[in-house]
């Protein structure tokens, strides 16, 4: 059974930074490809950044330069680290797996965590 954890979301001021974690398990995590997605109220969910086995990366453009996905294999880990947050960038975020390759650059695949909470306000 693939399980993924979010953590590390939270009430933010903008221009401050988080970083969130996403545990998972049921999965060979070294092969993985690994997504961070999200969704606003009232929005479709959206890709923000995808990493492949290998270190490819997709990033939106809204959150190029800002925001750095990352993978730790042996902790079955992969982080979003978000700096100069924007109040748009409130939003549920959303861990994703279930493709290998370079698949998950373009979309999702078909295993989701629970989310987080990200909230960027003054």
């Known amino acids: 059974q693939v399980l993924l954890v979010e953590s590390g979301g939270g009430l933010v001021q903008p221009g401050e930074s988080l970083r969130l974690s996403c545990a998972a398990s049921?999965?060979?995590?070294?092969?993985?490809?690994m997504g961070w997605y999200r969704q606003a109220p009232g929005k479709q969910r959206e890709l923000v950044a995808a990493?492949?086995?290998?270190?490819?990366?997709n990033y939106a453009d809204s959150v190029k330069g800002r925001f750095t996905i990352s993978r730790d294999n042996p902790k079955s880990t992969v982080y979003l680290e978000m700096n100069s947050l924007k109040p748009d960038d409130t939003a549920v975020y959303y861990c994703?797996?279930?493709?290998?390759?370079?698949?998950?650059?373009?979309?999702?695949?078909?295993?989701w965590g629970q989310g987080t909470q990200v909230t960027v306000s003054s």
């Open positions: 994703n797996t279930g493709l290998l390759g370079d698949l998950c650059l373009a979309r999702p695949g078909n295993y």
């Open positions: 990493l492949t086995h290998n270190g490819r990366t």
């Open positions: 049921g999965v060979i995590f070294r092969i993985s490809c």
